[in-house]
């Protein structure tokens, strides 16, 4: 049973990790003074996400894993976007 619980836990903590990555990009406003202090909390946010998915995944079920490769792929959206606004 702690095996199961502690899939569940990692999974939940990158989910929650993913929708802090989204709620931080969703907040930053280029025109903003503090576009740089946004940009900086947005790349940590997106950091610890890949961390948690990545502890997720060692021990994810199969359902766990499509959904974890999922939130990868939403944060490299938001990495490509900020690199593209960047150019």
Request: hydrophobic share 25%; aromatic share 6%; net charge negative.
């Amino acid at each position: 049973m702690p095996y199961h619980k502690d899939k569940q836990q990692s999974f939940q903590a990158a989910q929650q990790g993913t929708n802090d990555a989204l709620e931080a990009y969703n907040s930053v406003i280029k025109e903003d003074a503090d576009y740089g202090t946004q940009l900086k909390h947005l790349s940590e946010e997106v950091n610890e996400a890949y961390e948690q998915i990545n502890n997720a995944l060692e021990n994810a079920s199969e359902t766990q894993r499509h959904r974890l490769e999922q939130y990868q792929r939403d944060l490299q959206k938001i990495v490509n976007k900020v690199n593209e606004t960047d150019e």
